[in-house]
C-alpha cells in the first residue's frame, strides 16, 4: 500500500469521531435536562471507548457523567454501580465519592 490509510485506520477514524460526536451529544443533552437521552448517548460512548481500547482516564470521565445522568433520572441503582465502578478504577474520586454517599 502506498502510505494512504488503510481500511482499518478509516473505520477506527469514524469510530472515534461517533465516540467524540456521541460524549459531545451526551453533554448538550445534559445542559438541556434530558437525563435519561444524556445516559443513553454516554452508554453508546463507552461501548465505543472500551471497543477502541481508550484510555482509563476517558472510561472513567463516561461513567461519572452516565452516573451523573442516572442520579438527575431518578436511577439510583444504575447510577450506584457506575460511581463504584469509577471508584474502582480510582478511589480517590471526590465527585463520585459524593455522589455514591
Do not use: W
Not at 452508554?43 to 470521565?61: G, N, V
Request: aromatic content about 6%; charged content about 35%.
Amino acid at each position: 500500500h502506498e502510505g494512504g490509510p488503510t481500511e482499518e485506520d478509516l473505520a477506527m477514524k469514524e469510530k472515534l469521531d461517533e465516540f467524540n460526536r456521541l460524549q459531545s451529544l451526551g453533554t448538550k443533552l445534559f445542559k438541556g435536562q434530558k437525563f435519561d437521552q444524556a445516559a443513553e448517548k454516554f452508554s453508546t460512548a463507552i461501548l465505543i471507548a472500551e471497543e477502541l481500547d481508550l484510555p482509563a482516564a476517558k472510561l472513567e470521565t463516561l461513567y461519572n457523567n452516565r452516573g451523573a445522568m442516572y442520579e438527575k433520572a431518578g436511577k439510583m441503582k444504575e447510577s450506584l454501580e457506575d460511581c463504584t465502578y469509577v471508584l474502582a478504577m480510582n478511589p480517590t474520586h471526590s465527585k463520585v465519592r459524593k455522589r455514591r454517599a
